[in-house]
């Protein structure tokens, strides 16, 4: 661990956009740099969605962990490369969001980051102030060390269900992501839960696709975009919840006015929870 908060270090660069610190300028968060900024005026630019996309990709989380939390039963969560975002509806984080809909009761939530700046925004910010957050220095590209980190270890109950929410499958390759997914699979105890965010250009009008791949490329380079057929082959033989791999703002749609209701697919991300049985 310490060799790689070593190498985190000498990769925090405030030239260099992340996609984690993207999703929070798009969102209004605080958590980003100029380059993240300029990034999101980029594909406004290009496509003038971005951060209603941003808007879109939080208020899923944000549904996921409150459906997870209120109607599942889920009081531990592990949140696996989401940037700890904070532009999210009425400013919540996510762990904020499991506590409100589970009031009484005493909901731990272990955030797995490799960014330097959201780790250690996130631990100053948050850990002094909440004796049930964590925030851990993981990769998921280094699955197994991961996993056996002492706070993920000793912070959450691994005899109980929890829900483990894998945000960062963009990062990964295709042999990386399935073996991230299984190793989270038969990790979690029985009854638990595994959810997915991951992005796509399935949505792309096809006259902007050369423009937003090359400005990727550019920017964001390593970021692995898959279809629907891709996504769901990553999830292949996992019993997924009602509705499925959908368009984020398909996944259980609580009513008000929801960002990208109307055209789901420029959302730009797919999503969907499983059940461990």
């Not at 661990?1 to 992340?18: E, F, S």
């Not at 929890?162 to 105890?189: F, G, N, Q, Y």
């Not at 008000?256 to 049985?277: F, K, L, R």
Request: net charge negative; charged share 25%.
């Amino acid at each position: 661990m310490r060799q790689r908060a070593v190498r985190n270090l000498a990769r925090l660069g405030t030239a260099h956009a992340r996609i984690t610190r993207i999703l929070d300028a798009a969102a209004g968060g605080k958590n980003n740099f100029l380059a993240d900024r300029d990034l999101v005026r980029h594909f406004d630019q290009v496509t003038p969605v971005a951060t209603t996309a941003a808007r879109a990709v939080l208020e899923y989380l944000s549904r996921v962990v409150r459906h997870l939390a209120a109607v599942e039963g889920v009081d531990q969560f592990m949140i696996v490369g989401s940037g700890v975002p904070n532009g999210s509806s009425g400013g919540s984080r996510l762990h904020e969001v499991a506590r409100l809909a589970s009031p009484g009761s005493d909901v731990r939530v272990v955030y797995v980051e490799s960014d330097p700046m959201a780790l250690t925004l996130a631990q100053a910010t948050i850990e002094p102030f909440c004796d049930l957050v964590r925030v851990v220095d993981g990769d998921v590209r280094e699955i197994d060390e991961m996993l056996g980190d002492p706070v993920v270890q000793t912070f959450l109950d691994w005899d109980r269900p929890m829900a483990v929410l894998l945000l960062s499958a963009h990062s990964l390759d295709d042999e990386c992501a399935r073996t991230a997914i299984k190793r989270l699979r038969h990790a979690a105890p029985e009854g638990s839960f595994l959810g997915l965010l991951h992005i796509t250009f399935d949505g792309v009008p096809p006259e902007l696709a050369p423009a937003i791949r090359s400005l990727l490329a550019m920017t964001l380079p390593g970021l692995t975009v898959r279809t629907r057929d891709e996504v769901a082959d990553l999830l292949d033989g996992l019993d997924l919840m009602e509705p499925g791999l959908v368009w984020v703002p398909e996944w259980r749609p609580e009513g008000g006015d929801p960002a990208c209701a109307e055209a789901p697919s420029s959302s730009g991300n797919y999503g969907a929870v499983a059940h461990i049985p």
